[in-house]
């Protein structure tokens, strides 16, 4: 994808290849379409004469289409620009949900995450498989969390076979996001330098120092195997 090549570009000139009333497929975009938790971005799409809002997205085959405000069918050249505001928000939150999962899963004996959701006010939750833990050991890895902020660890990507992920301890962390494999059987795998490798399809910061400090809001009980835990971005 365009987003997890290229994650500063937010605004893309492309041809329509296709279009219904009220949505198109472009040749290239800049849009995350959400997944793990991550929202899909929104955005807007212009071209000579006229303008419509990106609202959403939706899968045909393996293509992946573009739902736009209006009811109308558009062709020619564009320009695709997402929301930048949002997408920050996003980058962020979501480099610091993967610092948290690997606190969490360092400390809590390989604790694996049963959901999580990023929040467009700056807020997020993610969920853990946790038993018998006491929520102030939970709560305490709000100071750990934010020196790896101010480390500055910097964020890679890479591609590997799903088969390999599936061999190595701790590459999987979730009961219930892990992104599908793409039609060539490979797996994203997202690191940050020194501290964690996961399988995820989301955007994030380029280097850990790209996120605001956060502060742990609240954690709950949500039922007898999973504590959830809610953040928020310092000053949203
Ligand atoms: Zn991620």
Redesign the pocket.
């Known amino acids: 994808m365009f987003c997890h090549e290229y994650p500063d570009i937010l605004e893309t000139e492309a041809e329509v290849l296709d279009a219904r009333p009220g949505a198109v497929l472009l040749s290239r975009h800049p849009f995350f379409p959400g997944g793990?938790g991550?929202l899909p971005d929104r955005g807007l799409l212009s071209w000579r004469g006229g303008e419509s809002a990106v609202v959403g997205f939706f899968e045909d085959g393996e293509q992946l289409w573009i739902r736009l405000a209006d009811e109308i069918e558009i062709d020619g050249a564009v320009v695709a620009a997402a929301d930048a505001h949002l997408r920050q928000i996003m980058r962020e939150l979501?480099?610091d949900?993967?610092i948290l999962n690997a606190l969490v899963y360092q400390q809590f004996d390989g604790a694996l995450v049963t959901g999580a959701q990023m929040n467009d006010d700056g807020t997020a939750r993610i969920d853990f498989d946790l038993t018998a833990t006491d929520n102030d050991k939970l709560r305490a890895l709000e100071p750990a969390l934010n020196d790896v902020l101010a480390q500055d660890l910097r964020v890679s990507d890479s591609r590997i076979p799903m088969v390999d992920a599936q061999q190595q301890k701790g590459l999987l962390r979730s009961r219930s996001v892990a992104p599908p494999p793409s039609p060539d059987g490979m797996v994203r795998i997202?690191e940050i330098r020194g501290l964690d490798r996961?399988a995820?399809?989301?955007?994030?910061v380029a280097s850990t120092g790209g996120s605001r400090p956060v502060r742990i809001l609240k954690i709950d009980n949500k039922g007898r195997h999973n504590r959830r835990i809610r953040l928020a971005l310092d000053g949203v």
């Open positions: 793990g991550q979501h480099t949900l993967h997202v996961q995820c399809g989301g955007t994030h």
